[in-house]
């Protein structure tokens, strides 16, 4: 089963960028769409961005125009870059596969706070 590592995480300001990462093990990284969600408290978990093999790339509303994702399919890397924070972007965030079905087991996940 896949497994995925996030990190990157961590307090900024509002207005301020991060950069998360989500190493994934084993083969076939190059195979499958990735995602990247998050969970605020009290919320449902919810998609933020995913990408797909061809590279082509969706975004949940809220973060369109400030995030993005892209893929290193050689380092079996995700990454997630994160410019104009804001407070409601506060949330552990996850990698996993792109798809409900496909979903490998959740990691800890990564918490930005984005706080001033």
């Known amino acids: 089963q896949v497994q995925f590592v996030e990190s990157g995480g961590g307090l900024v300001q509002p207005g301020g960028s991060l950069r998360l990462s989500c190493v994934a093990s084993?083969?076939?990284?190059?195979?499958?769409?990735v995602g990247w969600y998050r969970q605020a408290p009290g919320k449902r978990r919810v998609l933020v961005a995913r990408?797909?093999?061809?590279?082509?790339?969706d975004y949940g509303d809220s973060v369109k125009g400030r995030f993005t994702i892209s893929r290193d399919n050689a380092a079996n890397t995700a990454y997630l870059q994160m410019n104009s924070l804001k407070p409601e972007d506060t949330a552990v965030y996850y990698c996993?596969?792109?798809?409900?079905?496909?979903?490998?087991?959740w990691g800890q996940g990564t918490q930005v706070t984005v706080s001033s």
């Open positions: 084993g083969s076939g990284f190059s195979t499958y769409v």
């Open positions: 990408i797909f093999t061809s590279g082509t790339t």
């Open positions: 996993n596969r792109g798809y409900p079905l496909a979903y490998s087991s």
